[in-house]
């Protein structure tokens, strides 16, 4: 049988490590097997492409070559661990996935949705997460949890560039209902983990 694959989204600390967390100790417990991954990165191929899209010494990036490092990550990603691990009935937790091209780079970035559309079904092999978990925090408490840390490149991007992210979440949120779960990321950590748990009882 099919493993099932979830990902989080949610701007910078809105708490995605935390609850990754939560929910790997309560697979661990119920003896799910799983694995636990992110993006950009997940293999040692794509871990490299994170280097460079994190690091702030790439100011010069331009959008264009962005996106298609996230999608060269992307590919490498779901095509060496994400499918495997799906089709030996594993389930796949990643932070992150293609949701957050459409916010980043199509939203903020304000690159062509239609052109994320084709590259996403091609670096992804067409392959869709079951369950989406969405923590939602306002942009001026996400930065304030984050800002005793060194910050990466898309961290240190301005204040309204976090707000056109949060909104395109939101948006995505609205129109892919079916797989999404939007929480409150203000809660205290153990309630979103017990809803995040009994969403995943249902799939």
């Known amino acids: ?51 460079i899209l994190l690091d702030p010494a790439c100011k010069e990036m331009l959008p264009e070559t962005e996106l298609l490092l996230y999608c060269a990550s992307r590919a490498q990603h779901t095509g060496e661990l ?22 980043y780079q199509g939203a903020a970035r304000k690159l062509d949705l239609s052109i994320i559309d084709t590259l996403t079904d091609f670096a992804t092999y067409h392959t869709n997460p079951d369950l989406t978990i969405l923590l939602d925090l306002p942009v001026e408490e996400g930065m304030k949890r984050i800002k005793s840390r060194d910050l990466d490149r898309l961290e240190q991007e301005e204040l309204s560039f976090h707000y056109k992210v949060r909104e395109q979440f939101l948006f995505i949120a609205k129109k892919a209902a079916s797989r999404y779960l939007v929480m409150d990321a203000s809660q205290p950590p153990d309630r979103i983990h017990t809803e995040i748990v009994r969403a995943l009882n249902f799939l």
């Open 1 to 51: 049988m099919r493993g099932k694959f979830i990902t989080f989204e949610g701007i910078e600390g809105s708490g995605k490590s935390t609850q990754i967390k939560l929910l790997a100790s309560y697979l661990e417990e119920q003896g799910i097997a799983h694995i636990l991954t992110r993006e950009p990165g997940g293999t040692p191929i794509a871990e490299t492409i994170r280097r």
């Open 82 to 103: 994400i499918i495997p691990a799906l089709e030996a009935g594993k389930m796949v937790i990643s932070d992150r996935y293609f949701d957050s091209s459409y916010a």
